[in-house]
């Protein structure tokens, strides 16, 4: 399961330089050296101010649900689900089972408790993602814009899916179970020698979470003041993303109108759940080029603006993630003390 994760990723940091080769290596290394490092720094705020966003809708969550953790906890378990959500493929679900670890031990809460304040997070985010995407698809119909109302077309249907998959998760009790038993196979492929011998005990504690994790989320959906407050953090954490790519634009010199920056935001967001490659590495700049190329911006500045704008969005908060994930597993000695518990 490694070998296949890392060959996937080789292949789309191959793909990645292809772009890059195709797009001109001179004229790429040319914009990003030249660069305004005053917007770049701008769009690293933006980024940081997106993950802060998501943090505080999940603690608004957390809060309601009777879950007592600092926000600081709360914050290593998002960078450390970004981490995991950017290692797995397609619907990038690997993130929530890692943040139900951190915040769980952290916490002392069950498992059903927090992973019902996850499944809310996570549901609650499809609203404003619907809303901006049917803004998008009215400007490239305005626009006619082909390919963009092509693939905003997969994202809305992506999106409805998702949706509908999570709601009948929270509403029926044996596909929760089975989307724990997978939440448990995707732990056990990931550190197969920390959970060895443990998966039938693991598989036992979830079962047992099931009923706290229904109980939970039905008095998260009753709570119109949690709703108000978390829908506030999650159209926040948009704009904010949305802004980010606003500035890397006015870093090379080429500033775009933000309607334009959603229709191609809006509409990569399909190919981040179906792709193959591990956070879509390669195929995602490959697809946000392509789209910007057909707002008839130039392939150099296009391809340039993205590979900045995954550094920021994607690499970095790898790299932070990543890094929090080894450092707790070391000083917390390994996550299978902390689940045998």
Do not use: C
């Amino acid at each position: 399961m490694k070998k296949k994760r890392i060959l996937t990723a080789i292949l789309g940091i191959l793909l990645m330089f292809a772009l890059i080769w195709w797009a001109g290596v001179d004229e790429t290394i040319g914009l990003v050296r030249s660069a305004d490092i005053n917007n770049l720094l701008m769009a690293l705020v933006m980024q940081l101010m997106a993950t802060l966003a998501w943090a505080l809708r999940w603690r608004v969550f957390l809060k309601k649900a009777g879950v007592e953790v600092g926000f600081a906890h709360i914050l290593i378990a998002t960078l450390i689900g970004v981490f995991f959500n950017n290692i797995t493929p397609g619907a990038r679900a690997g993130g929530e089972p890692a943040r139900m670890v951190v915040i769980s031990k952290k916490s002392r809460s069950g498992y059903g408790q927090v992973f019902a304040t996850i499944m809310a997070d996570r549901i609650l985010d499809v609203i404003p993602v619907m809303v901006l995407t049917f803004i998008a698809f009215k400007y490239a119909l305005r626009l006619r814009i082909h390919i963009l109302l092509l693939v905003l077309s997969i994202s809305t249907v992506s999106l409805v899916i998702i949706l509908t998959v999570s709601i009948l998760l929270s509403l029926n009790e044996r596909l929760a179970l089975k989307f724990l038993k997978w939440i448990v196979g995707i732990l056990k492929r990931a550190f197969p020698k920390k959970f060895e011998d443990m998966e039938e005990k693991l598989e036992e504690k979830l079962k047992k979470s099931i009923f706290e994790f229904r109980e939970t989320l039905i008095e998260l959906s009753k709570d119109k003041t949690v709703l108000i407050k978390t829908l506030f953090y999650s159209f926040a954490l948009w704009i904010f993303m949305l802004l980010r790519v606003y500035f890397v634009f006015r870093s090379v010199g080429y500033p775009l109108d933000l309607y334009k920056i959603l229709m191609v935001q809006m509409a990569g967001i399909a190919l981040g759940m179906i792709s193959i490659l591990p956070g879509g590495i390669g195929i995602t700049e490959a697809v946000n080029s392509a789209l910007y190329l057909s707002l008839s911006i130039d392939k150099s500045l296009a391809v340039t603006a993205t590979v900045i704008d995954r550094f920021i969005s994607f690499w970095l908060p790898s790299l932070v993630g990543g890094a929090l994930s080894v450092y707790l597993g070391i000083k917390d000695g390994g996550l299978k003390e902390n689940l045998s518990k």
